[in-house]
Every structure is written in structure tokens, then in C-alpha cells.
């Protein structure tokens, strides 16, 4: 598909509209975890986000997004690292990428491990290693490669919120490093 058929700012619906479907419907998105492996295909560091939270805290984040309408699952996480982690991140995204877990995402806490205040979302989540250069980029502040060691030795994963340190967990003992 022409990456360019598919609007590449994300704006498919007007704000109105969006909010309006976030309401009635759940909404498809991926969640991704970058990282960078070693010459044996062990990860070696996992790349976390620092943003600002829709409730104004500063947190650690993982790359999420929704899939647009007319993109299939592999262009939705290569824009969604492009967006931010910079063009130059060089994602080794597999042809056919298989979801390591499904997140579902619901506004009221406590509902399930995972939560959105704006809308109830069922997320695909993805380990994808990063090769290239990175930089945050939009409205990311800092982008962080910690160690599997730092991240089960600190408590980072806690600055984390709506269940995406439940992910990176969940990331790592796919890959069996927990």
C-alpha cells in the first residue's frame, strides 16, 4: 500500500468525531516496545518514552497508537516508531508482525489491568528491535535505553501508567528475560 494514501498526521476524523466514536466503539491500536538486541537476538536495552500524561504528569511510556483506516497492522507500527523515535530508527519490523499480547483497554479503572480515560481500546502489542539512530521526537521530552538489569532492579516500570509497565513485563517474559 502507498504510505501516503494513509493520512499521516492521524487527523481521520475531526476531534468532534473522534471523541464521539471513542464513546460508542472500541477503538484498534498497537502498542510497542522498542529494543535493541545483542549479536544473539537477546535484548539487550528497551527504550521508554518520558511525556506528559493527559492528566499532566510526567511519565514513562511506551510507543501506542490507533491504526488508521486503510493501514495494515506493519505500517501502523512503523509510523507510530517514526513518529517517535525519528526517522533515522531503523525498525526491524517483521513482514507478518504477531502480537506478543492483546492489552484491552477500558476508561473506568479497575475494569481490567489497563486503562484509558478517553475510550475503551483493545491494543496489539509488539516487541520490535530498533537498529538506527533515535531521538524523541513530537511530544515525547526524553527517550531513555535502559538494561534489562536497571529496569528489574529500579523502580522505572512504576513510572509508568495505564498498564504499559504491565506490557513491558509482559514483553520481557515473552522474550524470556524474566
Known amino acids: 500500500m502507498n504510505r501516503t494514501a494513509v493520512d499521516s498526521e492521524g487527523a481521520w476524523f475531526e476531534p468532534e468525531h473522534i471523541a464521539e466514536l471513542r464513546r460508542r466503539l472500541p477503538i ?3 502498542d510497542i516496545v522498542p529494543v535493541r538486541t545483542d ?10 518514552l518520558l511525556r506528559a500524561s493527559g492528566t499532566g504528569q510526567i511519565v514513562r511510556a511506551i510507543i501506542s497508537g490507533r491504526v ?3 493501514e495494515t497492522l506493519r505500517e501502523a ?6 513518529k517517535d523515535l525519528g526517522p533515522m530508527a ?6 507478518s ?3 506478543f499480547t492483546v492489552a484491552e483497554y477500558f476508561p473506568t479503572p479497575g475494569q481490567s489491568l489497563f ?3 478517553r475510550q475503551h481500546a483493545i491494543s496489539l502489542a509488539y516487541i520490535v528491535p530498533i537498529d538506527g539512530e533515535t531521538e524523541p521526537q513530537e511530544d515525547a521530552l526524553e527517550l531513555s535505553w535502559l538494561s534489562v538489569q536497571e529496569l528489574s532492579e529500579t523502580t522505572i516500570l512504576e513510572e509508568m501508567d495505564g498498564g504499559h509497565d504491565i506490557i513491558v513485563r509482559r514483553a520481557l517474559a515473552h522474550a524470556g528475560m524474566i
Do not use: N, W
Not at 507500527?77 to 517514526?82: Q, V
Open 28 to 30: 484498534p491500536y498497537v
Open 39 to 48: 549479536v544473539d537476538g537477546a535484548i539487550s536495552e528497551v527504550g521508554l
Open 90 to 95: 531503523m525498525p526491524r519490523v517483521p513482514a
Open 68 to 70: 488508521l483506516v486503510h
Open 97 to 99: 508482525p504477531v502480537p
Open 77 to 82: 507500527i512503523a509510523r507510530h516508531i517514526e
Open 115 to 117: 486503562t484509558d480515560p
